[in-house]
């Protein structure tokens, strides 16, 4: 474990938390550098780090949730459901947004490198109100949106009438036991035991914690630390929050011209070796992040880093492949690729 993480490790430099579910148990639980090189504050498993992408998975049970209550449907179209969504596009379905099969424009597309101020949610519909078209028809491809995401985000908010960082709070983080999880609104509310995100510089590392992007919540303005997401994992392993057919739903992709895509809700989902393999990464500003989990296997492997740049997700496969007992004939991590590293747009 300690020689995976050995460039994390170390007085000068951004950190990482890990932690190792088994069975429902913590098994192995680290932390590595700092989560604050001005403070010089070392990282812990309690470190709450921007979850980035790994959002997407607390997005989703938003959205299923009210499916579950009956107010929403997989099936509505986005524009009988959520004023202000462009006419244009009326063809796309919540699901699509799930799947990321809607083919909506990417917002980030239309955001200056020199924006003044950050862009919300709501202001990434204003950026796709202009938009005539999608990439391709709703439901016939697969591309990697963070415009759906946020979308979903706004959906939430209309059908429940309250705003989406309070919906996760009340309907989510307090039911799963996440005690100190946020989805993060500058000003209204704190971050406790903050990472501070960084990159690598001409002359070593550099704070690069924010960008005009950041504040966007439905895809990926989440903070947590591992220790909260070890309660995350117990209540995806039980009914806490979605019935078990729910959660089969989330964790099946659709099958686009008789293939079937690797993207269920909020999931990456494929087979690794004959194992049903859920992950997801998350890359931001200053952060990179990522999630591996084997139902089966019982078996989920969890790191948070406040780095820009390096791939998690070898880390994690290559921890989740010391519990798996692989053999070597299977090859390293490197070797087997994440889902995600071939969907267009997923970087």
Request: charge should be neutral; aromatic fraction near 10%.
């Amino acid at each position: 474990m300690d020689s995976l993480f050995r460039d994390y490790d170390g007085p000068d430099r951004p950190g990482a938390s890990v932690v190792v579910i088994h069975d429902g148990q913590v098994v192995l639980r680290r932390a590595y550098g700092l989560a604050s090189l001005e403070r010089r504050e070392p990282a812990t498993p309690d470190s709450h780090y921007r979850l980035a992408s790994l959002t997407k998975q607390f997005t989703a049970t938003a959205i299923l949730l009210l499916v579950q209550e009956g107010r929403l449907r997989l099936d509505d179209r986005v524009v009988d459901v959520l004023p202000g969504f462009p006419p244009a596009l009326r063809e796309v379905r919540v699901h699509h947004l799930l799947q990321h099969t809607s083919g909506l424009w990417d917002y980030e597309d239309f955001v200056p490198a020199t924006q003044p101020v950050q862009v919300k949610d709501r202001d990434v519909l204003a950026l796709l109100s202009g938009v005539d078209r999608t990439y391709f028809p709703p439901g016939t491809a697969v591309r990697y949106s963070n415009s759906g995401y946020a979308v979903l985000a706004l959906l939430v908010e209309q059908v429940s009438g309250v705003s989406f960082a309070r919906f996760l709070h009340e309907r989510v983080f307090v039911p799963s036991g996440m005690r100190s999880t946020v989805a993060h609104e500058e000003g209204v509310s704190q971050v406790p035991h903050r990472a501070y995100g960084y990159a690598v510089g001409p002359s070593g590392f550099v704070p690069r914690d924010q960008s005009p992007t950041s504040a966007v919540l439905g895809d990926g303005g989440i903070y947590s630390s591992v220790v909260d997401l070890v309660a995350w994992d117990r209540a995806l392993d039980s009914e806490a929050l979605l019935r078990a057919e729910t959660r089969r739903q989330a964790w099946t992709p659709p099958t686009l011209h008789g293939t079937s895509s690797r993207y269920g809700f909020g999931w990456f989902v494929d087979d690794d070796g004959g194992r049903q393999r859920l992950s997801h990464h998350g890359e931001t500003c200053g952060f990179t992040n990522a999630i591996v989990k084997y139902p089966e296997q019982r078996l989920t492997v969890i790191v948070l880093t406040n780095r820009a740049g390096g791939a998690p997700w070898t880390l994690a496969q290559g921890v989740a492949d010391l519990w798996l007992h692989r053999p070597a004939k299977d090859g390293p991590p490197t070797s087997r690729p994440w889902p995600f590293e071939t969907l267009p747009n997923a970087h």
